[in-house]
């Protein structure tokens, strides 16, 4: 069993990071994965994605052209990549930034207003997370405490953040148990 | 050990220093910069060199005099930085050096783009400096491949005194996969004292040893090359390194495949497979010395109709594939180049109709 | 009675190749006796040019490293980053050093590189045959100047130790020449000083030595030296352009 997500948005939203944390918790979990970014020039404010491909096997093509899920955290992302989406996979949109919807009846569409959400938890910058978090729960593509722990990880050694992103992650799955 | 996720660049910045390689001299290029950023930290800490050089030329040299005083010492760069190190490369080559290239190789000719190619093939495997020289190059499928074949390549090339070149891309450098550092192919370099410029005293010698690669003599120069074409025949015989792919199947069609195109391929294979059709792959590890008796093998295998060539670039590999199968079936290539890789979609499609064409061909046992 | 005139140890019984009246041999001598007096001879490694001393290492006997054109300095810094404990020195023309490897010169002078630099300026490139070089005087003639070095077209001629000397980083960068007795024991202290600077540790070292070339010159070697004092030496001055102790840092 393979799954794929596509993590977009905005350069400096945390794309990248969310994607190499989910990857994490899958290699703990004993899966076969494989990251692969978008790389170039728009290293802040263009558009960067990155795919996590997940597999029982070990992965051959990296290069996927429908993956099962989406986390769209701008509309650029959500117009570019849910039309690409597997039936019945999960596509996240973050509602804070996004007003538009998937145009798709066969995916699993799950509304979060992500940004809003790492407002209220006082930094915007753990968006990231929240929508990891929701994805996660919504998709369980890995196990919820295997993300905890990759999170915990990647956080560990900066300080406050590490508080703060775990809020983030419990405030990310409380919306997507929320959700519907 | 438990595994770690890395990033290609990082991976193979980490692989070297476990090497036991611990002199890295380069100059910033997309898409590998990140090795340069991972070893301005690391190398510091294990009593290492990092030096940014002025230029990819200067680093060439830098590795040269680095190497040539009997150090272990390599670089990265990517497509058109390999092209200005061309020149210390076949100096480097001509004086028997054992240093040791990565190219992270990106779209080109000139400028070109940034995403991962594999347009790099004939300038890698054929020369790219002047003079009648050879690197062997080895071509990674992955992060964990990267890493062997990093920590393999010092070895080698202190095993044949001649350059070694890992060929990746940009997929291969920027890609973060689960991987180990395998303590076995940590190794302790040779003694260098018969040919370094070490200095007299290191060695406790006074006979002063010449790094060169002057042979104003046409005769001693012929000689010369000749001796490299003898370690090139023996990289033939003892260093070639491929991997066979569903090759003990009734497959009407034979794909060669290297690199980051490979795994596609395998994809691809797998797919076909589900659908009742075979196809095999031989997948070369080494492009040079290349995997000439296993393509002719597979390729004269009854029933294999056509062979075909799949490479990120307009069809390089395509002629030495051509050579190895010589004539025991038609050689087709397919192929993306500029940075678009590929998917298992559109080569089960290519393989489809590239056996329609090829429908009235008999293959090897006529 | 003690000897008082010998080969230098280090030195070996190889006739030269060089051109009658040519400076190389000379300058070959000075560095060899600054080796053979500072006892070096078993960690020093030379950088042989590409050009008329490409052949250095027959006859100075210590470990040599050949050079691409211009491209010694990076080999240098190459050995000396590994190898701090060596003594590295290169050798190296107008053509190599000014032209084609300026940016190799630059950079590790400006890095600070701990070796030293035997610069030779003698206005033409000599082993291809006589072509212009960058340090190739106003109006003289060369087989790629025949009607002399119009600067309008190509510029004046380029500087070689004061250019580097604006560079920040500390460093001894001095011109001198062997012309004439008068001014080679100046030129052999000056290499001796280069030697010493690099072997404690403290900086870059450049000796420019203005040359000649009657060959490529088509003079005598006495016209040659006569032309060398009189145009070369009146643009090229001689003297310490730079010393680390001069410098008086940030």
Redesign the interface.
């Known amino acids: 069993m393979q799954n794929e997500a596509i993590f977009a948005g905005f350069g400096g939203q945390g794309i990248l990071l969310s994607g190499?944390i989910l990857?994490?918790a899958a290699?703990v979990q004993g899966l076969?994965?494989?990251?692969?970014?978008s790389?170039?020039p728009e290293m802040r404010g263009g558009t960067a994605y990155c795919m996590v491909v997940i597999s029982d096997r070990p992965?051959?093509?990296?290069?996927?052209?429908n993956p099962r899920h989406l986390v769209a955290m701008n509309l650029p992302s959500l117009e570019k990549f849910a039309p690409l989406v597997k039936p019945r996979g999960v596509v996240l949109i973050n509602s804070s930034l996004i007003s538009i919807r998937a145009g798709r009846n066969d995916v699993d569409e799950m509304v979060i207003p992500v940004t809003d959400i790492a407002k209220d938890l006082g930094n915007v910058k753990v968006a990231n997370i929240v929508a990891l978090a929701a994805f996660v729960a919504r998709s369980r593509i890995v196990d919820f405490d295997l993300l905890r722990e990759a999170v915990t990880g990647e956080f560990a050694r900066k300080g406050n953040l590490l508080a703060l992103n775990m809020e983030a992650l419990d405030r990310g799955k409380d919306a997507a148990l929320r959700f519907r | 050990m438990g595994?770690i996720?890395m990033k290609g660049n990082e991976a193979i910045g980490e692989a070297a220093v476990r090497a036991g390689c611990l002199s890295y001299f380069a100059y910033p290029i997309?898409?590998q910069s990140e090795v340069s950023e991972y070893l301005a930290r690391r190398m510091p800490e294990v009593g290492g060199v990092f030096l940014q050089g002025e230029s990819e030329v200067a680093v060439s040299y830098m590795i040269f005099g680095a190497v040539g005083c009997g150090a272990r010492a390599f670089t990265t760069s990517s497509s058109p930085g390999i092209s200005l190190m061309s020149e210390g490369i076949s100096y480097i080559a001509g004086a028997e050096l054992p240093a040791v290239f990565i190219n992270i190789q990106r779209g080109g000719p000139g400028l070109g783009g940034?995403?991962p190619s594999q347009g790099d093939y004939f300038q890698s495997t054929k020369g790219g400096g002047h003079g009648d020289y050879h690197l062997m190059v080895m071509a990674p499928a992955g992060v964990q491949e990267a890493v062997e074949m990093v920590m393999m390549a010092f070895p080698l090339a202190e095993k044949y005194r001649n350059p070694v070149m890992i060929l990746g891309d940009?997929?291969i450098g920027?890609?973060?996969?689960?991987i180990t550092f395998p303590d076995h192919l940590r190794t302790e370099p040779p003694n260098k004292d018969e040919w370094a410029s070490n200095g007299m005293d290191t060695r406790k010698s006074s006979k002063p040893n010449l790094v060169k690669s002057l042979f104003l003599d046409p005769k001693e120069l012929n000689a010369h090359n000749l001796l490299l074409k003898a370690k090139y025949e023996r990289m033939k015989k003892e260093d070639v390194r491929y991997e066979p792919y569903n090759i003990d199947s009734d497959y009407q069609i034979l794909i060669v495949s290297y690199g980051t195109m490979s795994?596609?391929?395998?994809?691809?294979i797998?797919n076909m497979k589900e659908d009742g059709m075979e196809v095999g792959m031989i997948r070369p590890q080494t492009l040079f010395p290349f995997p000439e008796a296993a393509i002719h093998d597979a390729a004269s295998k009854a029933g294999c109709r056509v062979v075909v060539s799949i490479e990120m670039s307009v069809g390089q590999m395509v002629e030495d594939v051509e050579r190895c199968v010589r004539g025991k079936c038609p050689v087709e290539w397919y192929g993306k180049c500029g940075g678009e890789?590929p998917?298992?979609?559109e080569i089960a499609g290519a393989v489809r109709s590239l056996l329609e064409k090829n429908a009235g061909s008999f293959g090897a046992k006529y | 009675m003690g000897r008082i005139f010998r080969k230098p140890e280090v030195m070996t019984d190889e006739p030269t190749h060089y051109c009658p009246g040519c400076t190389h041999g000379l300058i070959h001598r000075l560095v060899a006796e600054v080796i053979d007096e500072l006892g070096i001879r078993g960690r020093t490694v030379g950088i042989a040019p590409v050009g008329c001393a490409v052949f250095i290492y027959n006859y100075i006997s210590v470990d040599f490293q050949e050079s691409a054109h211009g491209r010694a300095p990076a080999m240098a810094t190459g050995i000396k980053r590994v190898r701090p404990d060596l003594i590295v020195f290169t050798y190296q023309g107008d053509g190599d050093l000014a032209s084609i490897g300026i940016a190799e010169i630059i950079h590790a002078a400006n890095r600070g590189e701990k070796f030293t630099t035997i610069f030779v300026n003698n206005a033409v490139y000599g082993m291809t045959g006589g072509q212009m070089a960058p340090t190739t005087m106003p109006g003289q003639r060369t087989t790629t100047s025949p009607f002399g070095r119009k600067v309008e077209e190509v510029g004046m001629p380029i500087k070689i130790a004061e250019l580097l000397s604006t560079i920040e980083t500390p460093g001894y960068i001095t011109r001198q020449t062997v012309i004439k007795p008068k001014y080679i024991v100046q030129a052999k202290k000056a290499i001796k000083k280069a030697f010493k600077y690099q072997m404690e540790g403290r900086c870059f070292s450049l000796v420019e030595v203005v040359s000649i070339c009657p060959t490529n010159w088509g003079l005598t070697p006495v016209e040659a030296v006569k032309w060398a004092e009189e145009t070369m030496l009146s643009y090229y001055k001689l003297g310490d352009c730079k010393t680390p102790d001069s410098h008086k840092g940030v």
């Open positions: 190499k990857a994490q290699m076969e994965v494989a990251w692969v970014p790389y170039g992965i051959g093509s990296p290069i996927i052209k | 595994k996720l997309t898409p940034i995403l940009g997929l920027q890609m973060m996969e689960p795994r596609v391929c395998k994809t691809a797998d890789v998917t298992p979609e």
